[in-house]
Every structure is written in structure tokens, then in C-alpha cells.
């Protein structure tokens, strides 16, 4: 399994931002593969998730709107398009996805297995 994440920096609050997970296409045959995030002194939290075979996506209630995944299958490459970002958006974002979990909502409320290295996000002024 081959996760690259990339394109994460620094942000103004009420900017934009794309991240990219380049996968190797095993991995996007995976059922799903979804975004998580963490901050410095707090839990790692699932941002969105996509089932590869139906492209159900799924976002907590605090992303819902302003965050959304996509696949590029031909470019084995998922993305995370972050608009209206604000300062607590700030954490290391990581791609993942897990063989047992088969929809975007498992995938988003488990512990995934399979992690990519994360890239920096910084929302600040």
C-alpha cells in the first residue's frame, strides 16, 4: 500500500487550499480512502471520506460545505479541496485507508490501517 500525501502550507484564514494523495493503484482499488487530520496535542480526526466503488463521500458536521474529496483514477490521485479555512483547520493531514472498512462512513468512524506520511496545513495570518 502507497500513500503520498503533498500540497499542504501556509493559508490565510478565509483561503483555499488542495492536498493531494497519490496512490498506487492498488490502493485506489481499495473500497474506500478517505482524509484525517491532527493537531498538536489532540486526537487524529477523520475530514472525509469516499467510497471508490459508488463515490459516497462522507464529512463531519465541522467540514461539511467547505471540504471536498475527489479521485482522479486515471491519476491514481485523491484530493482534498479545503475553502474558508480558519486557524483551527491547523494540523497535519494524512491520507489512509483500510482493506475491512467498504463505505466512506466506516472508513471515516474507524481506525484505518493504512496511512500515507502527512503534509502541514497552516491557517494563519
Known amino acids: 500500500v502507497q500513500l503520498q500525501a503533498s500540497g499542504g502550507g501556509l493559508v490565510q484564514p478565509g483561503g483555499s487550499l488542495r492536498v493531494s494523495c497519490a496512490a498506487s493503484?492498488?490502493?485506489?482499488?481499495?473500497?474506500?480512502i478517505g482524509w484525517f487530520r491532527q493537531a498538536p496535542g489532540k486526537e487524529r480526526e477523520a475530514v472525509s471520506c469516499?467510497?471508490?466503488?459508488?463515490?459516497?463521500?462522507y464529512y463531519p458536521d465541522f467540514v461539511k460545505g467547505r471540504f471536498t474529496i475527489s479521485s482522479d483514477k486515471a491519476k491514481n490521485t485523491v484530493y482534498l479541496q479545503m475553502n474558508n479555512l480558519t486557524p483551527e483547520d491547523t494540523a497535519v493531514y494524512y491520507c489512509?485507508?483500510?482493506?475491512?472498512?467498504?463505505?466512506?462512513?466506516?472508513?471515516?468512524?474507524?481506525?484505518?490501517?493504512?496511512w500515507g506520511q502527512g503534509t502541514q496545513v497552516t491557517v494563519s495570518s
Open positions: 489512509a485507508t483500510d482493506l475491512a472498512r467498504s463505505s466512506s462512513y466506516a472508513l471515516c468512524h474507524g481506525r484505518p490501517t493504512d
Open positions: 493503484e492498488f490502493t485506489l482499488n481499495r473500497p474506500a
Open positions: 469516499l467510497s471508490t466503488w459508488n463515490d459516497i463521500t
